[in-house]
Protein backbone atom coordinates (compact mmCIF):
# COMPACT_ATOMS: atom_id res chain seq x y z
CA UNK A 1 0.00 0.00 0.00
CA UNK A 2 1.36 3.39 -0.89
CA UNK A 3 1.75 6.12 1.83
CA UNK A 4 2.88 9.50 0.81
CA UNK A 5 3.39 12.12 4.35
CA UNK A 6 4.53 15.73 4.34
CA UNK A 7 5.24 17.55 7.06
CA UNK A 8 6.47 20.91 7.68
CA UNK A 9 3.89 23.59 6.93
CA UNK A 10 2.98 26.32 9.24
CA UNK A 11 2.37 29.47 10.18
CA UNK A 12 5.36 32.00 9.33
CA UNK A 13 5.94 35.79 9.09
CA UNK A 14 6.30 37.66 6.27
CA UNK A 15 9.92 37.04 5.14
CA UNK A 16 10.57 33.78 7.05
CA UNK A 17 11.66 30.58 6.13
CA UNK A 18 9.30 27.02 5.58
CA UNK A 19 10.53 23.35 5.13
CA UNK A 20 8.47 21.11 3.31
CA UNK A 21 9.33 17.51 3.43
CA UNK A 22 7.66 14.36 1.30
CA UNK A 23 8.61 10.54 2.20
CA UNK A 24 6.77 7.92 0.03
CA UNK A 25 6.46 4.60 0.77
CA UNK A 26 5.40 0.92 -0.61
CA UNK A 27 6.20 2.50 -4.33
CA UNK A 28 7.45 -0.35 -6.64
CA UNK A 29 8.35 1.98 -9.76
CA UNK A 30 11.07 4.62 -10.33
CA UNK A 31 10.03 7.95 -9.42
CA UNK A 32 10.44 9.86 -12.60
CA UNK A 33 8.92 13.29 -11.25
CA UNK A 34 8.62 14.49 -7.97
CA UNK A 35 7.35 17.88 -6.82
CA UNK A 36 5.38 20.34 -4.83
CA UNK A 37 1.77 21.68 -6.02
CA UNK A 38 -0.11 24.41 -4.37
CA UNK A 39 -3.98 25.48 -4.31
CA UNK A 40 -4.88 29.01 -2.70
CA UNK A 41 -8.28 29.29 -1.52
CA UNK A 42 -10.55 29.63 -4.67
CA UNK A 43 -7.83 29.17 -6.94
CA UNK A 44 -6.88 26.38 -8.88
CA UNK A 45 -3.83 24.06 -8.04
CA UNK A 46 -0.59 25.16 -9.48
CA UNK A 47 2.68 24.18 -9.69
CA UNK A 48 5.56 25.22 -7.35
CA UNK A 49 8.43 23.26 -8.13
CA UNK A 50 9.09 19.94 -9.88
CA UNK A 51 12.21 17.79 -9.83
CA UNK A 52 13.39 15.44 -12.46
CA UNK A 53 17.08 13.10 -12.35
CA UNK A 54 18.19 16.49 -10.54
CA UNK A 55 17.11 18.69 -12.53
CA UNK A 56 14.82 21.44 -10.75
CA UNK A 57 12.17 23.19 -12.34
CA UNK A 58 10.66 26.37 -10.54
CA UNK A 59 7.32 28.76 -11.13
CA UNK A 60 7.85 32.17 -11.86
CA UNK A 61 6.48 33.42 -8.63
CA UNK A 62 8.55 31.54 -6.18
CA UNK A 63 11.82 31.38 -8.56
CA UNK A 64 15.11 32.62 -6.32
CA UNK A 65 13.08 31.72 -3.49
CA UNK A 66 12.85 28.26 -3.29
CA UNK A 67 15.03 24.76 -3.70
CA UNK A 68 13.26 21.65 -4.15
CA UNK A 69 15.74 18.37 -3.65
CA UNK A 70 15.26 14.66 -3.77
CA UNK A 71 16.52 11.74 -2.46
CA UNK A 72 16.04 8.55 -4.95
CA UNK A 73 17.10 6.20 -2.21
CA UNK A 74 14.15 7.47 0.37
CA UNK A 75 11.93 8.16 -2.24
CA UNK A 76 11.63 11.60 -0.72
CA UNK A 77 11.61 15.36 -1.57
CA UNK A 78 11.70 18.45 0.10
CA UNK A 79 10.89 22.10 -0.81
CA UNK A 80 13.03 24.99 1.05
CA UNK A 81 11.04 28.02 0.96
CA UNK A 82 12.41 31.33 1.98
CA UNK A 83 11.51 35.38 2.11
CA UNK A 84 7.33 34.31 2.16
CA UNK A 85 4.91 36.39 1.09
CA UNK A 86 1.39 36.56 2.29
CA UNK A 87 0.56 35.20 -1.49
CA UNK A 88 2.82 31.86 -0.84
CA UNK A 89 -0.30 31.13 1.65
CA UNK A 90 -2.01 27.97 0.27
CA UNK A 91 -2.24 24.10 0.82
CA UNK A 92 0.97 22.63 -0.36
CA UNK A 93 0.76 19.08 -1.97
CA UNK A 94 3.72 16.51 -2.71
CA UNK A 95 3.14 15.09 -5.96
CA UNK A 96 5.62 11.54 -6.67
CA UNK A 97 5.15 10.27 -10.33
CA UNK A 98 6.12 7.22 -11.27
CA UNK A 99 3.88 7.03 -14.58
CA UNK A 100 0.08 7.65 -15.29
CA UNK A 101 -0.83 4.98 -13.70
CA UNK A 102 1.34 5.56 -10.39
CA UNK A 103 1.23 9.21 -9.80
CA UNK A 104 0.80 9.90 -6.33
CA UNK A 105 -0.39 13.19 -4.52
CA UNK A 106 0.19 13.78 -0.44
CA UNK A 107 -2.98 15.10 1.66
CA UNK A 108 -1.86 18.45 1.63
CA UNK A 109 0.01 20.68 4.08
CA UNK A 110 -1.19 24.27 5.20
CA UNK A 111 1.24 27.06 4.67
CA UNK A 112 0.20 30.43 6.30
CA UNK A 113 2.51 34.04 6.03
CA UNK A 114 1.16 36.59 7.90
CA UNK A 115 2.00 40.10 7.32
Known amino acids: QVHIVESGGGLVQVGGSLRLSCAGS????????MGWYRQAPGAERELVAT??????NYADAVKGRCTISRDNAKNTVDLQMDSLKPEDTAVYYC??????????WGQGTQVTVSS
Open 95 to 104: RLFASWRDDY
Open 26 to 33: GITRSIYV
Open 51 to 56: ITSGTP
